[in-house]
């Protein structure tokens, strides 16, 4: 592969010796992609490193993710392009480059760190299990799996049309909902019957008027072996019956996806997430508590909406049942996670399932339990919560969601066990937050448990049917930096196990699905009929009275203001922001500072992190003098205080700001922008595009405080001098929400998808059993253990 390449640097060896020995002196064994890009950027614009600009050394070094500097060797982690990887060696005797295998540099890896005890490691390859499933191979295709699975399972389904017809007629026989048949009955007792029926439905059907109910043609049309579930209407389910006619007689991606689009699939959904404090009130703001929350109750509410719609569309007079599976905290600390069952409101028929985690005696936990040391609760929990999910719709769910690693593991347990289509959401990995937390895996074990959450995310990414991100970043991040799936795909655990290949985000399986904010509650702060008097004075009375939940006061109440809202901890960066703000003078005598979030006595926080954020913040407040210039009001838990205080700072021509080191999607990004208010965020995860820099709002780099702060000064100046500009970002939020990011997008897609997914997992061994098989041995002899150190810990 470079032998062309070999001859280059033997006749530039000087050159390219003397840009090695400076990564050299650097004198560490492990160099990361900055380090390794910038100083063959530095060199190269020198005399004597100019010849090396362009040279396949030169473009291993711009492209290396990582390094490893060995005695001997140097060895590389090369990512050529999203999601397209190299390992490459530098022999530095001879100074010669050769391809080596990813076992080769993770070795090299572990060795340089310390952290093998010389024992032969277990490596896990799930390669061999992918060989003969269909891949994506385009990187502007990733995240679109659906399209790609209907065209490639379509055409290779129906290459043999009387046997996919045949299996696609078993399909329709067993489709049932509980105490209702659907679809077909007797009357139609193979294929040919089927095309008949239809030809002869077609014929009835075209002769009614096009609103006609299904109800006053059932008997007839069931005469015909046509049970209900085509159509609510005359028309709605001639087009229907039209789409399978279409697929029987020459299928094509397009009838495939019509067609299942049709298909009244699901009814029941159970929606998984354990860990945090999951209620409906108070619960913002307490350990592990916040987004996801708002999420999953908001996803929810789409869900039901959409369902309600579809199965009306189709005819059906069936209540659909959602149940959210968490977990049940006795000592509930002012919260309802101690009640079993509680409904969901703006609802008709979901609800809040509550599970405890129990001790190995049965005895159930009392209190809260970190995300982090969940794990020996989680199998347990998952059995029980299954038989409790049964036995609270009376059936088994037709389809389970999984939510953040806890809930995907507890998912792809009860998936398996109940035979149902599985669906991941990962929210946030963890796994890109920290660096070099597999490598280091141990020194992580008495906070994090990397290594065991690691495991279980490595099993139920490559279990779950499909796996919805909000982001095309979240699966394979962007040409400088790595996606959180993307980062699966090889690492090692030294004397656990190294993964050579782990994930591959080209699996059709990812889908981007991206949500969006309650309509009922973050609207735009134009929309004066919809906004509450008392509220909007409830709103002003916290941001500028006296409030024993407060610090600090604003000295000039007519100043815009910059507004953040989080949770307090340390990937969140609430104390970053204040320091950037504090730190710019000008910045300070422009706008106003408003930060709500987390508690204000650090004594009252059972979570490190938030007491070290809050502990700084009281610190930076003082030292730079900022108690009539900010104001800091704790964690907010009503969602209609929450949405009117958008308003209020867009009221007062104000920005947002989300400064996190890194966001996988950023929810208070999209209500903040639902109500119109300027936002800037993050560029390192999904706002980079959620956001279009200087369209829909802007975006910084949370690394670069100074300037980050000089960009939001310079928008307030402009917005100052410039009629119109401000409202200009303003209606450019609103419309960006609009096109790509409402909970109604988010539903009817999420539902077709599972329709979909569920359909081939049906038609062909989509759920790769051989592969399951594997990931059972790493669940029971790697998982397993971790699980039990941990509760030998407790």
Avoid at 142 to 158: A, E, H
């Amino acid at each position: 592969m470079f032998e062309t390449d070999n001859e280059f640097l033997a006749k530039h060896r000087d050159a390219a010796e003397q840009l090695i020995r400076q990564y050299l002196t650097l004198d560490r064994p492990l160099l990361l992609h900055s380090d390794l890009a910038d100083l063959a950027e530095s060199y190269c614009n020198t005399d004597q490193g100019r010849e090396l600009r362009g040279s396949v050394l030169y473009e291993v070094l711009r492209a290396a993710q990582e390094a490893v500097i060995t005695p001997g060797a140097i060895f590389f982690a090369v990512r050529w392009s999203v999601a397209r990887w190299s390992y490459v060696g530098l022999n530095l005797d001879e100074f010669q480059l050769r391809e080596i295998s990813v076992s080769t540099f993770l070795r090299a890896k572990e060795n340089v760190a310390g952290q093998v005890d010389g024992e032969p490691q277990l490596e896990v390859d799930l390669q061999p299990f992918e060989r003969r499933f269909p891949r994506l191979r385009e990187i502007r295709t990733i995240g679109q799996g659906v399209d790609y699975l209907n065209r490639y399972l379509s055409s290779r389904l129906f290459h043999e049309i009387d046997e996919g017809g045949h299996r696609l007629y078993q399909f329709l026989r067993l489709h049932k909902a509980p105490g209702t048949p659907l679809m077909l009955n007797d009357r139609v007792g193979n294929l040919d019957e089927l095309r008949r029926a239809l030809r002869r439905a077609d014929a009835l059907l075209a002769s009614q008027k096009p609103d006609r109910p299904w109800t006053e043609m059932a008997d007839e049309l069931a005469q015909l072996g046509f049970e209900p579930g085509w159509g609510g209407t005359a028309e709605r389910a001639r087009e229907t019956m039209s789409f399978l006619s279409d697929i029987l007689e020459a299928p094509s991606p397009d009838s495939v996806a019509r067609f299942l689009g049709r298909l009244p699939m699901i009814f029941t959904i159970a929606i998984i997430s354990p860990h945090g404090y999951f209620g409906q009130e108070n619960v913002l703001g307490k350990p592990d508590t916040g987004g996801q929350v708002v999420y999953i109750l908001d996803q929810v509410r789409a869900l039901e909406r959409a369902m309600l719609e579809f199965l009306q569309g189709q005819g059906l007079d069936i209540h659909p049942q959602l149940v959210v599976v968490t977990r049940l905290i006795p000592e509930a600390e002012g919260t309802t996670c101690d009640q079993r069952v509680e409904p969901i409101e703006g609802t008709q028929y979901a609800r809040i399932l509550r599970v405890p985690f129990r001790n190995a005696d049965g005895s159930v936990v009392p209190h809260w339990i970190s995300r982090f040391r969940v794990w020996p609760y989680l199998e347990r929990f998952a059995n029980e919560a299954r038989q409790e999910i049964e036995r609270e719709i009376g059936q088994r769910p037709d389809f389970v969601i999984g939510n953040y690693s806890d809930g995907n593991l507890v998912a792809t347990i009860m998936a398996h066990q109940l035979g149902v289509t599985q669906c991941n959401v990962a929210h946030a990995l963890e796994k890109t937050k920290y660096l070099y937390s597999d490598l280091y895996w141990r020194e992580h074990e008495g906070t994090h448990n990397c290594a065991c959450q690691y495991t279980a995310d490595l099993i139920a990414i490559n279990t779950a049917d499909f796996i919805i991100t909000s982001t095309y970043q979240e699966i394979a991040g962007t040409p400088d930096s790595i996606g959180q799936y993307e980062s699966y795909q090889a690492y090692t655990l030294p004397n656990l196990y190294r993964v050579v290949h782990g994930v591959d985000v080209f699996d059709p399986k990812f889908n981007i699905v991206s949500p969006g904010a309650d309509p009922e509650v973050f609207f735009p702060y134009t929309d004066e009929e919809r906004r509450h008097p008392d509220l909007r004075h409830r709103v002003s009375n916290l941001i500028t009275g006296e409030h024993e939940n407060a610090r600090g006061t604003f000295q000039d109440n007519e100043k815009p203001i910059l507004f953040a809202m989080s949770r307090l901890d340390y990937i969140k960066n609430p104390a970053g922001f204040v320091e950037w703000y504090a730190n710019n003078e000008a910045l300070r005598q422009h706008v106003n500072l408003l930060l709500v979030g987390g508690v204000l006595n650090a004594d009252e926080s059972t979570d490190t992190e938030e007491r070290e954020q809050v502990t700084s913040l009281h610190r930076l407040m003082t030292q730079y003098d900022l108690e009539h210039q900010m104001r800091w009001i704790g964690m907010q838990t009503d969602k209609k205080v929450v949405g009117e205080m958008y308003r209020y700072v867009a009221d007062a021509q104000g920005a947002f700001v989300q400064p996190a080191l890194f966001e996988a999607f950023g929810l208070t990004v999209i209500e903040a922008m639902s109500s119109g208010l300027p936002t800037f965020a993050t560029l390192y995860g999904g706002p980079l595009e959620t956001i279009e820099d200087g369209v829909s709002g802007f975006h910084i780099d949370p690394n670069n405080g100074v300037e980050a702060a000089e960009k939001m000064l310079d928008f307030f100046v402009r917005a100052s001098e410039e009629p119109g500009y401000w409202e200009r970002i303003s209606n450019g939020a609103l419309e960006r929400v609009a096109r790509h990011y409402t909970w109604k997008l988010y539903a009817d897609r999420l539902l077709r998808l599972a329709r979909t997914y569920g359909f081939w997992k049906f038609f062909t061994n989509i759920e790769r059993e051989e592969m399951r098989r594997y990931l059972e041995m790493l669940y029971f002899l790697a998982y397993r253990p971790m699980t039990e150190k941990i509760a030998e810990q407790e």
